[in-house]
């Protein structure tokens, strides 16, 4: 029970800004990790239903909201996934051989593309939220999603090859209980993806579907030009994750479903 809690804290103290308590970075500590990553994702939708709620009854404007919804995210997580985002566009949009990509991913210095693709990034989550931030059941699988982003981006750590032999999600990886942890991991998104289309099929559906194939295309993108994930790669899947699952249930609630 002891590991399972300092697991809990090392999971929050890493991946957000939440206050926890210390806790020894042991292999001991670290093993069921990523089983509470994904309750990150549960404090940022909590936050974003309260949020829409709030603005709701105090008769806040959809841009107003739109925008605080935007930055909620950054704010609970310190913006760790965008940084890994930008790296990995400047990366990718290098064209280099693989070394030189790896080597793209470690440099702190922001490039054109790297800024380009926030300015798109952040954009596209304000156009979405515009959308979705008045109706609750919109509000509810986007809530959720956060949830189904870092569960599909912890089975990515866990079971894809990592690019290099040291570095985060390498060290994460080999102090992992692997197998438990991913098939809890899967357990949580069969029960998100029925929760998402059980509060509206359709779009609860395509959400999930969505990320699923976000999943996939992150695979193949890792594989094909880095040889394996990485930390920052694993920022830019779940980034690409939430802002599509929010891109597709802002058109597709434009239809009569």
């Known amino acids: 029970m002891k590991s399972l809690w300092n697991s809990f804290k090392i999971a929050f103290s890493m991946f957000s800004k939440i206050p926890m308590p210390q806790a020894e970075w042991t292999k001991e500590n670290m093993k069921y990790m990523f089983c509470f990553f994904p309750f990150i994702g549960t404090a940022i939708g909590a936050l974003t239903l309260v949020v829409s709620w709030a603005a709701g009854y105090l008769g806040l404007n959809v841009l107003f909201l739109s925008v605080i919804l935007t930055v909620v995210p950054v704010l609970v997580t310190g913006g760790i996934h965008v940084d890994g985002l930008l790296d990995t566009a400047d990366a990718l949009s290098s064209w280099q051989e693989r070394k030189r990509r790896l080597e793209i991913l470690k440099d702190s210095h922001a490039g054109a593309f790297a800024v380009i693709t926030a300015c798109v990034y952040f954009l596209c989550w304000l156009g979405a939220w515009s959308e979705i931030c008045f109706d609750v059941r919109l509000t509810m699988i986007m809530a959720l999603g956060f949830m189904v982003s870092r569960c599909f981006s912890g089975i990515g750590v866990l079971t894809l090859p990592k ?3 040291e570095g985060t999600v390498a060290e994460f990886s080999r102090k992992s209980e692997n197998v438990a942890v991913r098939n809890t991991l899967v357990v949580y998104l069969v029960l998100l993806c029925g929760l998402m289309i059980w509060i509206y099929p359709v779009i609860g559906g395509a959400a999930f579907l969505t990320a699923c194939l976000v999943f996939f295309y ?19 899947f779940l980034c690409l994750c939430e802002v599509g699952m929010a891109l597709v249930i802002a058109v597709v609630s434009a239809f009569p479903v």
């Open 163 to 165: 690019a290099k032999e």
């Open 218 to 236: 992150y695979r193949y993108m890792a594989m094909k030009y880095f040889g394996g994930t990485t930390g920052d790669l694993s920022g830019w």
